[in-house]
């Protein structure tokens, strides 16, 4: 098949099924997990503890969130954004989950030969507006050029660094059954936006991107509900993703009630047309929050005195099993598993 003499796996069963990457490795479902879990973290040297947005470093006494993330989006420009927006929020939202203020960002521009200059300009133009949007500076960065034809016109890696206040903690390892499970807003707008743009859909109304830095709702959340558990913001794979990922880490069960998902009337009416599930698709500016019962109302209140929280919503609660099973409990009374997605239902989201 082409490969080394020396080729070993080191990884169990799941990743052997596939001899080459494919575009679901990038997608945030079960591949992307397999690809993490069996392949870059023991060749790495890394172990498998839970994940988390954001890696959380001791500098001196300061406790500090650091990610990275890189952006390929198509197409480059859509309703609501553009790849530049999502460079800066989607890095800026990394920190925020950990509970984390944005300070700084590193960013790394990959340009194909060909790429107009106007183009370059535009997105460069409006990703520092994004950054000063967002109160974050941009630091440092790199350029590198492709030939014509190695490459998608530009793609953009952003690097973030954040202080997380002493005292809070934001972990999958917190939940515990009866915890309640909110959202932050309507989702799915992202996902579906790009799709009208890149396959040329006409709906009733322009579906626009929820792209947008979080961190201050995070701020208003946390200060009225500080026992919260954990934020997440879904994003390749939806809320179906996310909700999958942390029942897994934290080894409990989740219930949602699917009637109390916010779902705009626009994104539910595209996605029966084509057969997708807004619990899949992707969102760029909302968060899921497991919050202590005894909080959930205060969160939902602070959540919805916020400009980007005023859709905000209690969608279920957390149980004590099955391990790492999510279901979904419909309008009718019928149960359905949400499982995590194999590979990506629209590729090149982010």
């Known amino acids: 098949m082409g490969e080394p003499t020396n080729f070993q796996w080191e990884c ?178 992202h996902g579906v936006a790009i799709l009208s743009v890149r396959e040329g859909l006409i709906f009733e109304t322009v579906i626009a991107s929820d792209c947008a830095p979080l961190h201050t709702l995070v701020a208003t959340l946390l200060a009225a509900a500080p026992a919260t558990r954990v934020l997440r913001d879904p994003t390749r794979g939806g809320v179906a993703a996310s909700l999958n990922e942390l029942a897994t880490a934290a080894g ?22 084509l057969g997708l599930d807004p619990l899949y698709v992707a969102n760029e500016g909302k968060l899921v929050a497991i919050v202590a019962p005894a909080e959930r109302d205060a969160a939902l209140a602070a959540l919805r005195s916020h400009p980007l929280g005023r859709h905000a919503a209690c969608i279920g609660q957390v149980t004590a099993g099955p391990a790492g099973l999510v279901i979904g409990r419909t309008p009718i009374g019928g149960e359905r598993i949400i499982d995590l997605p194999l590979g990506e239902l629209l590729p090149r989201i982010c």
Request: glycine share 14%.
């Open 12 to 189: 169990p069963l799941p990743l052997r099924s596939h001899r080459h990457v494919v575009m679901g490795h990038g997608g945030g479902g079960k591949l992307s997990d397999d690809l993490i879990r069996h392949l870059f973290l023991p060749a790495m040297g890394g172990g498998n503890d839970a994940q988390t947005d954001a890696a959380e470093l001791m500098i001196g006494d300061r406790r500090v969130a650091f990610s990275t993330d890189s952006f390929v989006v198509r197409p480059l420009f859509f309703p609501g954004g553009s790849i530049a927006e999502l460079a800066v929020n989607g890095t800026v939202n990394a920190l925020a989950m950990m509970g984390a203020m944005p300070l700084a960002l590193a960013t790394g521009f990959i340009l194909e030969e060909g790429l107009p200059l106007a183009d370059l300009h535009a997105i460069a133009r409006r990703l520092g507006v994004a950054a000063q949007a967002a109160g974050v500076a941009l630091v440092t960065g790199d350029t590198k050029v492709v030939e014509r034809g190695h490459g998608d016109q530009i793609f953009i890696n952003t690097s973030g660094i954040g202080l997380i206040p002493a005292g809070r903690r934001l972990h999958p390892r917190r939940i515990q059954p009866g915890d309640q499970i909110l959202v932050s807003g309507e989702i799915g707008l």
């Open 252 to 273: 409990v069960g989740m219930v949602i009630a699917e009637g109390a998902l916010p779902i705009p009337e626009g994104v539910a009416a595209a996605c029966e047309m």
